[in-house]
């Protein structure tokens, strides 16, 4: 069957701009997969390190509590930073940018759902930068997710450790009169 029309044109398969929608979404789906992959292993990655150092945070300082949370935290941005650099490497492969540098930003303006639209793609992969934004919004939720859970952990431990401090003092001092 050979349709033409102003928007399609073709012969027995698949109109052309369907073609090219099935390609984004193919890539785009592998791409997310990666990214998942990568997500869980920097996630995994950082709760063992907050894991390795929950028992410092009875009786810490404030400032070692900051520090583990901080090490936390770079640890799940770092991991948002390796699915932006992998999504860049996916344009520039396409032949989007010339420049990994500005493949590398406009990725991450997608990611994290900025839209600044001072760069665009061209229409062929324009597909890319919505799946890509969906990405961004879910793996920055994760990240989000894990890290409040990780900043409420190291409360309960703070707390739970001044408790058995103060309660120690308390004790010594009845002892002492």
């Given at each position: 069957?050979?349709?033409?029309?102003?928007?399609?044109?073709?012969?027995?398969g698949l109109p052309n701009g369907l073609s090219h929608m099935l390609l984004n979404l193919s890539l785009?789906?592998?791409?997310?997969?990666?990214?998942?992959?990568?997500?869980?292993?920097?996630?995994?990655?950082?709760?063992?390190?907050?894991?390795?150092?929950?028992?410092?945070?009875?009786?810490?300082?404030?400032?070692?509590?900051?520090?583990?949370?901080?090490?936390?935290?770079?640890?799940?941005?770092?991991?948002?930073?390796?699915?932006?650099?992998?999504?860049?490497?996916?344009?520039?492969?396409?032949?989007?940018?010339?420049?990994?540098?500005?493949?590398?930003?406009?990725?991450?303006?997608?990611?994290?759902?900025?839209?600044?639209?001072?760069?665009?793609?061209?229409?062929?992969?324009?597909?890319?930068?919505?799946?890509?934004?969906?990405?961004?919004?879910?793996?920055?939720?994760v990240s989000t997710a894990a890290f409040m859970n990780?900043?409420?952990?190291?409360?309960?431990?703070?707390?739970?450790?001044?408790?058995?401090?103060?309660?120690?003092?308390?004790?010594?001092?009845?002892?002492?009169?």
């Open positions: 069957m050979l349709c033409t029309g102003r928007h399609i044109a073709y012969a027995g785009g789906v592998a791409i997310m997969a990666l990214c998942l992959g990568l997500q869980i292993a920097l996630l995994t990655r950082a709760l063992m390190y907050y894991a390795h150092r929950a028992r410092q945070l009875d009786n810490a300082s404030f400032l070692t509590t900051m520090g583990i949370l901080s090490g936390v935290m770079l640890l799940l941005v770092f991991g948002n930073l390796a699915q932006v650099a992998l999504w860049a490497l996916l344009f520039q492969l396409l032949g989007e940018f010339e420049k990994y540098a500005t493949a590398f930003y406009f990725s991450a303006v997608n990611f994290a759902t900025l839209g600044y639209g001072d760069i665009v793609m061209s229409e062929r992969w324009r597909l890319l930068g919505p799946l890509q934004a969906m990405n961004g919004v879910l793996m920055i939720g990780t900043l409420r952990d190291a409360v309960k431990h703070s707390a739970q450790g001044r408790s058995v401090h103060e309660a120690g003092t308390i004790a010594r001092v009845v002892d002492s009169a």
